[in-house]
């Protein structure tokens, strides 16, 4: 049982789901896959879902994590638009590049630690805590940006939006690197585990001596971190701050993608890269309804399709039913087959 | 057949069986109840009392068997059908709703009614007059969180007993109550007695046994043992029933003497937390098992708690054996200081169940090197091995998440977990609870074993007998004070008793 | 005194407070015709947050109603445009279609066994795209019924108006109060929000109640779908977004525990005017601009959830040392 084919028997629906929709796709616009090479960049439709997809997929990284824990941030669409705001005023101020970008990412970390504080020391729920910033965040944005739509022409903050590195899209580099990093970081170090222990059972880990509440405000800080990156992204793709609808719905989307991506709303066992591929399924759906000419309001639909699909076969009801039909519980075949592998 | 003569019993289960993949939980248990009796259902943790009071009720399917109420052959198919039969339940936890009143709790579902409308006053005024029945004068407009747990207790006995009426089994109803809060439920189920119910009494108080039932139910490893009347037998007699067994070190009738070479190890004066432990003062050598005595919410568990920082004391310092203070403020700091705990409830506070055996064996060492420094896969795989072969673990492997493990190996992989943290001073609550008797006996060799490589234990056990078996030292708790300490041949099951049984402080002053 | 009714008699106390700093301040404010102004334009959002107080009661949460009033509104329009039907039909099919939607949801809930949560994300996703599908320009709506409705008031003394919708949204809180705290149907939503296991327990028919709670919440929300349309004369798709959160800030700053299991109708009535009431200073005022509502908003609900944080933690407190 190498790692290798855990980590494949662990995505491997997302990668089908991927696959099909892609499949589906090129199936319709035989010229799908063309990619281009133009003012030293890359072009074509695979190109824009990677690109499109990255506030979403960044959101994404965060939210898992928080999941993971039993938590949810509602916050990081309010999140995107204030770090969005302050990258966009501190660049107009004249900070320079360095200086607005470190003030956009302490500000999604300053965010981060407010939800984190209020789950982890006040021990209010998640959804009730991260709410707050959710419905105030976005006047806050306003307040920075004086409710204009804040634009700037700065050619090293527009870089984060619309240039290239390699001939590669910014945005597609700061989420693959974010993406690799993270789960590197995770993995590679105790986190991944003493993360997914606190989502099963944050009481036991505590008296196992794990520091839960510092983690747990660690993770919200994470996502603030991911969401202001996101935020930073989409105000450099527009050359500008639009508070009202910077991130607007994207916690949804983010959410989404974790919940395509296998990692239940109950906490513990995660995984970044299953998350990843649900954010770029979201966007593939996003791009094939573009192709095909259908309105593009017709993506809410079939999010709303996506969600209620996913629902139903992770529903327990459903888990029950299947055991009926097989009659050959899953979790017993599998520990069978465990315990004949050398 | 079925025509009812003087004799025919109330409830009468007959031949019950109850079949959970792997184990024979009810195995042809017969039971019966008369009207106007109180009959205790007695049996270890896993002898099958829950499962037969589940079946009883409908809350599970029983596997073959019948129940007969009245003579009549009945089906329940959960406890609200149980209810609408006669037969009404009230658990451990009381089972109602914290944020109702106490009037919505008593009528929710059947609320006095005009047009469609709730009447507030007639609801109001019904839940005060079936509560003058059970001698409380309360507000019933007040939301039922407002009220001791006791007080909650009678509310839900006294729902239990307007909807169903003939049957009332109580499961566990004293295990959170001081002693003034039993005497005023026992009142109350004396009175229901003579109101001709039949009372199901399940309580791991023996003396609460004797004083209030009149026959009794012994169930062992989901098999009947027996059925006596209560004035027909003596305490030895019951405990044989109910343990039937001898265990290995029962020849010995007194705890052991320590030899005290190891020097102090621990010492505790003056630690405590207000509302959970009185102050006490507590020294610990190396190589010693300190016993902890006492029943169920006596101190012994918080004792514990205090200890290891769950529940930070708030008053005494703790020092190491050489004499350097010790910071005890949380279970970090308990851990960093050589601690390690197994907790009573190892379902909540132990094992993260969808962990495998691996994870949850090398959590506590990892979260003490810190998340930075992970210890590799290949390391966490000999651990597990080690300690799964060491204890002797019965999992398939070290992958298997530790849920779906039995309670014994669960607690074998709690052990696991500290015993990898090389702690000088280990504190096990209730360790043989709810496990098998094979794993009964390897934990309590285990504990030997433990001790005399040199680590210091405290062991809670509300088996006296274990206690005997292992400890140097035994500390009774009674009302949250630590009240007795008796060491090397005055450790008895007849001395602890004595200590545990004897009046309050209260009441003799 | 009870300490249930400490989150409502805290609302009450804000809002008189609010109130009177606004009266010094412009002594306007305190006419009928801003109260009436203020029940016509928080008409729908309090409709809405009656739907979404029940919603809360139970610990759920419904994030569809603002999608589901941008349909409604949209619906509404485009069958006037394109059908002969008299308005009081297309309400009666619009109040019909949206209680199955909800209805449908609150089954979803219950019996795939899913947080409610990512259920009614689906239903918001599913209501704002057939909106979309029915139209996704602005459909103005044109008939003489909607004159009607819209001229009809009530003079209160001192010149300020009920209107019809004011006072439809009164209406409901009255039938709201009364279903939730004197029938059968607002105990057991009560008794779900306490614990849905317990509950079950003794007897409460979990299926039925939250299928007819959702169902509750969508028939509300096409009943606000109304009310906005009689309000603006249009159908939107891209109207009312965000209702939700207004909705539910309405509902836990007027004093109901966001857990579920306690709280009052009547709160949120209060919450509702507590939020109107800023926008009205907002805009009195003048130099203040709109995003001070948000915030402000955020920090009446950031006080609330540790208000009832506190009064939880007291209340445990208080029995574990014995009260």
């Known amino acids: 049982m190498s790692g290798l084919g855990v980590f494949f028997r662990r995505i491997w629906p997302q990668l089908l789901t991927l696959a099909v929709i892609v499949g589906l796709i090129s199936v319709m616009f035989p010229g799908f896959f063309d990619i281009s090479i133009a003012n030293g960049r890359l072009y074509g439709s695979p190109i824009d879902i990677l690109n499109r997809g990255a506030p979403v997929a960044l959101l994404a990284i965060g939210m898992t994590l928080v999941i993971a824990t039993r938590g949810i941030d509602l916050s990081v669409g309010a999140v995107m638009a204030i770090c969005g705001a302050v990258s966009a005023w501190g660049i107009t101020a004249g900070y320079g590049l360095g200086a607005t970008l470190l003030m956009a990412l302490s500000a999604g970390l300053a965010c981060g630690l407010w939800n984190g504080l209020l789950v982890a020391v006040l021990g209010i729920q998640p959804i009730v805590a991260t709410l707050i910033l959710m419905v105030a965040g976005r006047g806050i944005a306003q307040l920075i940006t004086e409710g204009a739509i804040l634009t700037f022409n700065h050619e090293g903050l527009i870089f984060f939006g619309s240039g290239s590195i390699l001939s590669v899209p910014t945005p597609v580099v700061i989420w693959v690197l974010t993406g690799a990093l993270v789960t590197l970081v995770v993995r590679r170090s105790a986190l991944g585990m003493l993360i997914e222990a606190i989502g099963v059972n944050l009481r036991a880990s505590t008296l196992a001596g794990v520091n839960t509440r510092v983690l747990l405000i660690a993770v919200y800080m994470a996502s603030g971190l991911c969401a202001s990156l996101a935020g930073v992204i989409a105000a450099a793709d527009i050359r500008g701050a639009d508070a009202n609808n910077a991130g607007l719905w994207l916690e949804l989307d983010a959410i989404l993608a974790v919940v395509i991506g296998g990692t239940s709303l109950l906490g513990g066992r995660f995984s970044l890269i299953a998350s990843l591929v649900g954010a770029l399924v979201i966007q593939a759906v996003n791009t094939g309804i573009l192709l095909s000419g259908f309105p593009p309001e017709f993506n809410l639909i079939i999010k709303a399709v996506i969600i209620l699909i996913i629902l139903v076969l992770q529903s327990p009801a459903m888990r029950t039913l299947l055991v009926f039909f097989s009659r050959d519980p899953r979790g017993v075949a599998e520990t069978e087959k465990e315990t004949v592998t050398p | ?509 | 005194m009870n300490a249930r009714f400490l989150p409502l008699l805290a609302t009450l106390a804000i809002f008189l407070v609010a109130y009177a700093i606004c009266y010094a301040q412009y002594p306007a404010m305190l006419s009928t015709r801003v109260i009436g102004n203020l029940l016509t334009d928080n008409a729908f959002l309090g409709i809405v947050a009656v739907g979404m107080t029940f919603v809360i009661l139970s610990g759920g949460i419904d994030l569809s109603v603002g999608s589901v009033i941008a349909f409604a509104g949209v619906f509404i329009a485009v069958m006037l445009r394109d059908t002969g039907l008299h308005p009081l039909v297309v309400f009666a099919l619009l109040l019909t279609l949206t209680t199955l939607f909800g209805a449908a949801m609150g089954a979803t809930i219950h019996f795939l066994e899913m947080p409610p949560f990512i259920v009614t994300l689906a239903g918001m996703f599913l209501a704002r795209g057939m909106a979309y599908v029915l139209s996704i320009d602005s459909v103005p709506i044109t008939h003489e019924f909607y004159d009607t409705l819209q001229k009809i008031y009530w003079l209160m003394p001192g010149k300020g108006r009920l209107t019809l919708i004011g006072g439809l949204m009164l209406l409901v809180f009255v039938a709201g109060a009364l279903l939730a705290h004197r029938t059968r149907f607002g105990m057991n939503v009560y008794a779900v929000g306490g614990g849905t296991h317990t509950a079950a327990l003794m007897g409460v028919p979990l299926g039925r109640t939250t299928v007819g709670i959702y169902a509750l919440s969508g028939f509300l929300a096409g009943l606000a779908g109304i009310v906005f349309s009689i309000y603006t004369s249009a159908g939107y798709s891209l109207a009312t977004v965000g209702v939700e959160l207004d909705a539910i800030a309405a509902v836990v700053i007027g004093g109901t525990l966001l857990t579920g299991g306690s709280g009052f109708v009547a709160g949120t009535l209060i919450g509702v005017m507590i939020m109107g009431l800023i926008q009205t200073y907002i805009i009195f005022d003048g130099t203040l601009s709109s995003w001070w509502t948000k915030i402000l908003i955020g920090m009446l609900l950031f006080a609330f959830i540790v208000l009832q944080k506190g009064l939880v933690w007291t209340t445990a407190k208080r029995r574990i040392a014995g009260g």
Not at chain 2, 32 to 56: D, M, Q, R
Not at chain 2, 111 to 135: D, K, W
Not at chain 2, 142 to 150: E, F, I, K, Q
């Open chain 2, 1 to 509: 057949m079925p025509e009812s003569d003087a004799s025919q019993p109330l409830l009468r289960a007959r031949g019950v069986r109850k079949v959970f993949p792997g184990t024979i939980a009810l195995d042809g248990v017969d039971f019966s109840l008369a009207a106007g009796e109180v009959h205790a259902l007695l049996g270890e943790n896993g002898a099958g009392k829950s499962t037969l009071i589940k079946c009883l009720t409908g809350a599970y399917r029983r596997d073959g068997g019948e129940i007969l109420l009245d003579g009549k052959a009945i089906d329940p198919k959960g406890t609200v059908d149980a209810q609408n039969y006669g037969i009404g339940t009230v658990y451990q936890e009381v089972n109602l709703l914290a944020n109702l009143t106490v009037a919505e709790n008593l009528s929710l579902g059947h609320q006095p009614t005009r047009f469609g409308m709730i009447s507030t006053r007639r609801m109001n005024a019904h839940a005060r007059e079936v509560l003058s029945h059970y001698g409380l004068e309360i507000d019933v407009t007040r939301t039922l969180d407002s009220y001791s747990v006791a007080v909650q207790q009678v509310i839900a006995i006294a729902r239990a007993v307007t909807l169903s009426g003939k049957v009332l089994i109580l499961d566990e109803p004293t295990a959170s109550l001081d002693a003034q809060e039993v005497e005023m439920l026992f009142t109350v189920i004396r009175s229901l007695r003579e109101r001709g119910l039949g009372i199901v009494f399940i309580s791991h108080f023996l003396d609460q046994i004797f004083r209030i039932c009149d026959r009794l139910t012994v169930l062992r490893n989901g098999r009947l043992v027996g059925t006596e009347t209560t004035s027909a037998i003596d305490r030895v007699d019951l405990v044989n029933m109910m343990l039937g067994r001898e265990l290995e070190h029962e020849v010995r009738s007194h705890g052991k003497i320590h030899s005290g070479t190891g020097g102090t190890r621990l010492s505790f004066s003056g630690f405590g937390r207000r509302g959970r432990i009185e102050p006490f003062n507590l020294e610990i050598q190396a190589g010693e098992v300190v016993g902890v005595a006492g029943l169920l919410g006596s101190g012994r568990t918080e004792t514990a708690e205090v200890l290891f920082g769950v529940a930070a004391h708030d008053s005494g310092k703790a020092t190491d054996g050489d004499g350097t203070a010790l910071n005890l403020a949380s279970p970090r700091d308990a851990i960093a200081a050589g601690f390690g705990f197994c907790p009573e409830d190892r379902k909540t506070d132990g094992v993260i169940a969808d962990l495998s055996v691996r994870e949850n064996i090398a959590l506590a060492l990892q979260a003490r090197i810190g998340w930075m420094r992970r210890i590799s896969d290949r390391e966490q795989k000999a651990m597990a091995n080690d300690y799964i072969r060491k204890l002797d673990i019965r999992t398939p492997d070290a992958e298997k998440p530790v849920g779906l493990l039995s309670g014994g190996n669960q607690q074998k992989v709690m052990l696991a977990r500290w015993l990898v943290t090389n702690p000088s001073f280990l504190i096990l609550d209730e360790p043989t609870r709810g496990i098998d008797v094979g794993a009964h006996a390897e934990i309590i060799r285990l504990i030997e074993d433990l001790c005399t490589q040199g680590m210091s234990l405290l062991v809670i056990s509300s088996e006296l007998d274990e206690l005997v078996a292992y400890s140097h030292r035994v500390i009774v708790v009674r009302d949250r004070h630590h009240v007795a300490e008796l060491t090397g041949a005055d450790i008895t099951t007849d001395n602890m008793v004595r200590a545990i049984a004897a009046p309050d402080r209260e009441a003799v002053a």
